[in-house]
Structure formats: structure tokens, C-alpha cells
């Protein structure tokens, strides 16, 4: 039993996070079935309750009563719903004078880490190939009031900044987001009631498609739409067409659930309770945490070479045209995999992280290896996190070595106590670890754990419209090799691959070695490296290469040649002449987007993947 306030709150807490009746203070919280996201929610739990711990805490003391030992009592937050204003980017007058003409704006904001990868990737393409466009079809089950969904709609996107936002490149090429103070949903309705249920969801379909296809310019906000299918009175679907850059698959329950609230409230004439979104004030402390953040990486990645399964130094070559290969385990055998994890004092997360790590290492014949995560971003014990609406998820490395001997059970503990050295240093630029580790490319494969909060809140009453969970996607990567978990009773993988870099069947291969390794961990996490079934081998490819100076440009105009010397000098700040490399004299993905707005803005059209390819102003 608890001893103390603080353990009282804690277990209580604890037990909410995972969904138990009761918690006593010694009970051990990866045995109950806890991972990163409920020390997430544990610790947004406890702050509500006076407590404050970290994420990091409750991973690193997971019983209540250690746990106790390194809280402390909650001081009055000194953020609020405008303290955001502090991340506003100071503009210049000529910035002002263009932001000016679009519209009355609330603030402007510097872009989060995975936002300039995303920015990268999506304003220098066609828009009818934009990866990041993603699409979600909710189910929404009740009585439906078009009028007030579409006031619902207009009332969540005002309550989070990150949904009115628009992208937008200063004078000097940074890309900056750019928060309104009043934005129109894009919005319309269908009415497919009475008509025959297999058309219906055949028009369904064709509605998701035609929406799916059309673009969504990131300079005009909002990077959202919305149309609703009534397919019945009591039955409904709601189409979320959406930028990627705007929000993660944390962020889409949430919306969605909050949308039915609205609705429900807005019918019944009262109005709903929903938490402040504290959106820019996390993208401040974010910034300010940058330099801080980087040096945390410093002694995990001192060692790092790069683990390149593609063969290639550069995802610039990299398809707009992914594909996949599905595998799942048995609830059974998931139940099985769960159980060993909890028993070897680990998350299930890190036992599929640690189970690509292996057949990375064990496919290219090396015992040490690094890879990407594409981790919460929630980690950092900001108050309000859990609910804030926005793209908080950023890609971290996970290097991880071992020996033949090693068990599986030491790999993944190892790896799980390396992160968490890590878990407030999430929102660390790749770009910067990348340039410290001396390399222009760490890895070209990610692990992504789908495993998103249950909101819970709309609770199906009578007479009430129920959000009951989305069709879609939710995350989107334009990585070689992506290995994709949706953490469900049934285990569910999905390896997704460019085609052009990793061929249909070496894929397979790579998801079946993986289902073998979790099987085995399953098994007996004791079980040693050496016992495992061996793999085919591939060539490795983790070396530091030289990197050349890209593929042969064509004749340039010299005039032009020396705009592009100029704008590499005034952006790098050192001489550059026409055969100068942007990478070698220090240039990287980030500053790639500010020499192409630049260039653009001095009337030359320049896109960063000619960057990537033809390096040299020549």
C-alpha cells in the first residue's frame, strides 16, 4: 500500500496510465505493461494531481515508491496560452511588410526539427506527389448536426495554432510557419442516406480518393479539409485530408474526439471543456533547448559509423512510390512477446527496435549498427504535452552494438537504458548529429511504433455523437526502408520500401528475419546472439565514404554559376568558387531550404533535390 501523498498519486496515476484497478508502490510499472507513452501519461497524470515527475523518471524508477523519491510538488506553471509568443521569429521590415498582406496573424514560429524535413521534402515538388499528404476516415456513430460539425470543426482548429498555420520563406530563405488568427475550414458534405450500402461505400471510396489526390499547397492555410459522408442517420464518416507537417498520429485522436465533444455541446447549448493548446510555447522551449539537446547525444553517438542497407550515402535519390509487405503475430503469440518483454523489465517498443538492430548487423555481417526512431517528441515533461496538437514526433538515431554471446533480453535492456539517457533530448536536429558525427548520412531505415493514446471521451451516450477511431494513415517517411509496428493485441509489421533502392524480395526477407527474432525473443529472452537462425548475408555498406561531387552537370551559364558562388558565400559565410562543394563547406539539409529560398527570391529557380545531385555552383 502506499505510504506517503506522493506514492498515492503515483500509484493512482500508474494504474489510470495502464489501465489497471489498483497500483501499490512497489508494484513495477514494465511488468504492469507500461511503456513511453503511458510514462507520458503517468507523468501528465501526476502534474494534475501536484506531482511532478518526467517521462524519463518513470522509466528510469518504475515502481511508485522510487518514484516518490525523485518527485517534487508542482509550482505554478509559468506558461500560458500566449507565454508562446517568446519562440516569435523576429522579422525583419520587409518580412513584415509581406506578412502583412496575407491576412491578420497571430505569430510566427520557427519550424520543429521534423518539420523542415517534411518542408524539405514537400515545397520543392509537384504537389500531386506530396508523400506527406495523409487522409483519415473517423467513424462518428449518433445523431449528426452538419451546422454544428462544421462549427466544431472551426472551433478546434481555432483552439490549436498548429492547425492555421501556413508555410512561408523569409527574405533571408528560412522557412517559417506562419500562425493565423482566424481561419475558414475547407469543408463540404455528402448525403449518401438511403442510397444502396454497396455503393455508398464505393462512393465513400471514390470521395477519399478524389480528396486524397488533390493537393494542399503549403503556403495557404489551412493545411486541412474536411468532408462529410452521412452513409445513415446514426452513421457517419468523417474525411480528414491533411499536410503531415501540421500533426502526428498522437495529434488525430485527439482532434477527432475533441470535434464530437464540440458538436455534442454545441447541440446541447454549453461549452466543452478542452485543455489550452500550448503549442508555441513548446516550439520555444523546443529552440531553446536546441544546443542542449545535441551535446546529450554526444557519448551514445562518440562511437557511430553509418549503416547504409541501400548502398547509398544520400535518400535524395530516394521514389515518391513506396511500397509494403504486411506480417502479424497471433494474439497469442503477441500476448507471448508482451509477457517476455515485461519480464525482461522492457517495452515492446524495444524489443522491435532492438529486433531491427539485429538483422541490420546480422544481414550485413557487423555487431554494431545504427538506425532511425521515429520517437513522440512528448518525452521532455512539458506541461500540457499530452494534449497539445502539432507534429511533436522527430527521428532520433538508436545505435546498438553487441557481442555473439550477448542474450536478447541484455540487447534490448542496454538499448532501452541508452534512450531513455535521451528520452529529454528528443527534438535534437538529425541534421546536427549528423554534422557532428562527420557524416552527411547516419542511416537510411526508421522503426515507427504506432501506438497512440485511447482518448476515450466521447463515451457513446444515448442521443450523443461517438468518435469510435479513424481508417489511414498517419505516418508517412521518405526513408528506403521503413519498419512500421501498430502495438495491438495483435502485433501488426509492415516493412515499407522504395522499390528503386530495395528490391520486393529482399524485402520480405528482411520482415520474415525480424518476426524471427521477436519469436525468439518470445521464446526465452535469455536465448544468446549465436542462437539465433542465420540469415542471408548481404554487402555492407557502413563505411564512411568519400562523397563525390554528384552526378555530371550540364554546360552552366556562367552568369548564373556565379549568382549561385555568391548566394553559397552570403549563406555559408566563407568563399565559395564555382567548384565548391555546398556540403564540404559546411552546408547541410537545413540550409539547403534556405539556399533554394534565397535563390528563388533573387529570381532563380533552384529546388533542393539539384542541390543534393549537383553539389558545386557548376
Not at 222 to 229: E, F, G, I, K, N
Not at 384 to 400: A, D, F, K, R, Y
Request: aromatic fraction near 4%.
Amino acid at each position: 500500500a502506499p505510504r506517503t501523498e506522493f506514492e498515492t498519486v503515483l500509484c493512482e496515476a500508474m494504474a489510470t496510465a495502464v489501465g489497471i484497478a489498483v497500483v501499490g508502490a512497489d508494484d513495477q510499472f514494465f511488468a504492469m505493461g507500461g511503456d513511453s507513452m503511458s510514462a507520458i501519461r503517468v507523468a501528465s497524470l501526476a502534474r494534475g494531481r501536484g506531482v511532478a515527475v518526467t517521462p524519463r523518471q518513470v522509466l528510469e524508477h518504475p515502481t511508485p515508491a522510487a518514484l516518490a523519491t525523485v518527485a517534487r510538488g508542482v509550482v505554478a506553471d509559468s506558461h500560458s496560452a500566449t507565454a508562446g509568443t517568446s519562440a516569435a521569429i523576429e522579422l525583419s521590415a520587409a518580412d513584415r511588410a509581406e506578412l502583412s498582406a496575407l491576412g491578420p496573424i497571430d505569430t510566427v514560429l520557427p519550424l520543429l526539427p521534423l518539420q523542415y524535413g517534411m518542408y524539405l521534402h514537400s515545397a520543392y515538388i509537384e504537389p500531386e506527389t506530396d508523400l506527406y499528404r495523409i487522409q483519415q476516415i473517423a467513424h462518428l456513430s449518433g445523431p449528426l448536426d452538419p451546422n454544428a460539425l462544421h462549427e466544431a470543426i472551426r472551433t478546434v482548429i481555432a483552439r490549436h495554432p498548429a492547425l492555421r498555420v501556413a508555410m512561408h520563406t523569409l527574405v533571408d530563405g528560412s522557412p517559417v510557419q506562419v500562425v493565423f488568427d482566424d481561419i475558414e475550414p475547407r469543408w463540404r458534405t455528402v448525403d449518401l442516406r438511403g442510397t444502396d450500402s454497396d455503393a455508398a461505400q464505393a462512393e465513400l471510396l471514390r470521395i477519399a480518393a478524389t480528396e486524397q489526390a488533390a493537393p494542399l499547397p503549403l503556403d495557404r492555410a489551412p493545411l486541412l479539409r474536411h468532408v462529410l459522408v452521412s452513409l445513415a442517420d446514426d452513421d457517419h464518416r468523417l474525411v480528414q485530408s491533411m499536410h503531415h507537417i501540421v500533426a502526428d498520429g498522437w495529434s488525430l485522436s485527439s482532434m477527432f474526439d475533441e470535434i464530437a465533444r464540440v458538436h455534442n455541446a454545441i447541440v446541447a447549448g454549453s461549452s466543452p471543456d478542452i485543455a489550452v493548446d500550448g503549442f508555441a510555447d513548446f516550439v520555444a522551449q523546443t529552440e531553446r533547448r536546441a544546443e542542449n539537446s545535441s551535446r546529450a547525444w554526444e557519448t551514445i553517438l562518440a562511437e557511430v559509423r553509418p549503416t547504409l542497407l541501400a548502398g547509398t550515402d544520400s535518400r535524395a535519390v530516394a521514389s515518391q512510390d513506396h511500397r509494403d509487405v504486411t506480417a502479424s503475430l497471433s494474439r497469442a503469440r503477441t500476448e507471448r512477446l508482451y509477457a517476455a518483454a515485461r519480464h525482461a523489465g522492457v517495452t515492446a517498443a524495444t524489443v522491435v527496435h532492438a529486433a531491427w538492430g539485429l538483422v541490420l548487423g546480422r544481414r550485413l555481417g557487423i555487431d554494431r549498427v545504427v538506425f532511425g526512431s521515429l520517437v513522440s517528441g512528448r518525452g521532455t515533461g512539458h506541461p500540457g504535452v499530452e494534449s497539445i496538437v502539432g507534429l511533436l514526433i522527430n527521428t532520433v538515431p538508436v545505435p546498438l552494438s553487441w557481442q555473439p554471446t550477448d542474450s536478447l533480453g541484455s540487447v534490448a535492456a542496454r538499448l532501452q537504458e541508452q534512450q531513455n539517457r535521451v528520452l529529454e533530448a528528443q527534438h535534437a536536429r538529425l541534421t546536427d548529429l549528423t554534422r557532428s558525427a562527420g557524416t552527411r548520412t547516419l542511416f537510411d531505415s526508421v522503426v515507427v511504433m504506432e501506438n497512440f493514446p485511447d482518448t476515450g471521451a466521447t463515451d457513446g451516450a444515448r442521443n450523443a455523437l461517438t468518435y469510435r477511431g479513424f481508417d489511414g494513415s498517419s505516418v508517412k517517411t521518405d526513408y528506403p526502408v521503413a519498419l512500421v509496428a501498430d502495438a495491438a493485441a495483435d502485433l501488426e509489421l509492415r516493412l515499407d520500401y522504395d522499390p528503386g533502392l530495395i528490391g520486393a524480395a529482399p524485402a520480405g526477407d528482411l520482415l520474415d528475419d525480424v518476426v524471427t527474432i521477436l519469436e525468439a525473443f518470445a521464446a526465452d529472452p535469455a536465448a544468446t546472439i549465436a542462437a539465433l537462425p542465420p540469415v542471408h548475408a548481404v554487402a555492407a555498406t557502413t563505411t564512411t565514404a568519400t562523397v563525390s561531387a554528384g552526378a555530371p552537370a550540364p554546360t552552366a551559364d556562367a552568369a548564373v554559376v556565379a549568382q549561385l558562388a555568391g548566394l553559397y558565400t552570403d549563406l555559408l559565410g566563407v568563399p565559395a568558387g564555382a567548384d565548391d562543394d555546398f556540403f564540404t563547406l559546411g552546408g547541410d539539409s537545413v540550409l539547403v531550404i534556405r539556399l533554394a529560398g534565397r535563390a528563388r527570391r533573387s529570381g532563380l529557380p533552384l529546388k533542393p533535390q539539384v542541390v543534393f545531385a549537383h553539389r558545386t555552383p557548376a
